[in-house]
């Protein structure tokens, strides 16, 4: 059966309801961390989580990514992942130097833009293969330290600590990533 055009029109706009879902729920998860409501913290990341791939690989099957998109995405995202390791430190699940390492990483990120934004015509900024890789063990990381703390079993404690140097790791490789490929655009342009 066809899709309508006025049905095909209002599904352009689900990839950016998907991203503003997780603009939403990113309160709602950290508060649910630091209140220990475990379980409820554990599912609602999962269900932000998952709208992070869903809302891009949407994006690209509708044709319907957007420059609101592209912009609103990664603020989500970090919004999400910085107020849930946030919330986990304050509450001793994930070591403070991990938090520190993240945020670190995305400030230089960030710092980084701005200074090509100020000083060059460079104006995309277009996420690195381990920029995602990096994500996507923090969003792993972050899962599991929920689900410990909200089901508490040994083997999840063990995989908490077994991931902690391997998002590390990916953390500062894609940091240093974007740093030569930053270097790179502002070279040639």
């Given amino acids: 059966m066809p899709v309508s055009a006025a049905s095909s029109s209002a599904l352009r706009y689900l990839p950016n309801l998907l991203t503003g879902s997780r603009l939403v729920l990113a309160p709602f998860v ?78 230089l990120i960030l710092a980084a833009a701005i200074t090509a934004l100020l000083f060059t015509r460079v104006r995309a900024f277009p996420p690195s293969v381990w920029g995602k890789i990096s994500t996507f063990f923090q969003i792993v990381t972050a899962v599991s330290f929920l689900a410990r703390n909200a089901l508490g079993t040994a083997m999840l404690s063990a995989l908490c600590e077994g991931l ?26």
Avoid at 45 to 63: N, S, V, Y
Avoid at 171 to 182: A, I, K, M, P
């Fill in 30 to 107: 950290v508060y649910c961390v630091w209140s220990r409501q475990h379980m409820m913290a554990a599912v609602l990341f999962a269900a932000a989580a998952a709208t992070d791939g869903i809302d891009g690989f949407l994006a690209r099957r509708l044709h319907a990514a957007s420059r609101a998109g592209a912009y609103l995405d990664p603020i989500a995202d970090k919004l999400l992942l910085g107020g849930v390791y946030l919330a986990l430190a304050s509450i001793r699940s994930v070591p403070w130097w991990l938090v520190a390492l993240i945020f670190g990483r995305d400030l």
């Fill in 164 to 189: 902690i140097w391997p998002t590390a790791a990916m953390t500062v490789w894609s940091g240093l990533d974007y740093g030569r490929r930053g270097s790179t655009m502002v070279r040639t342009h």
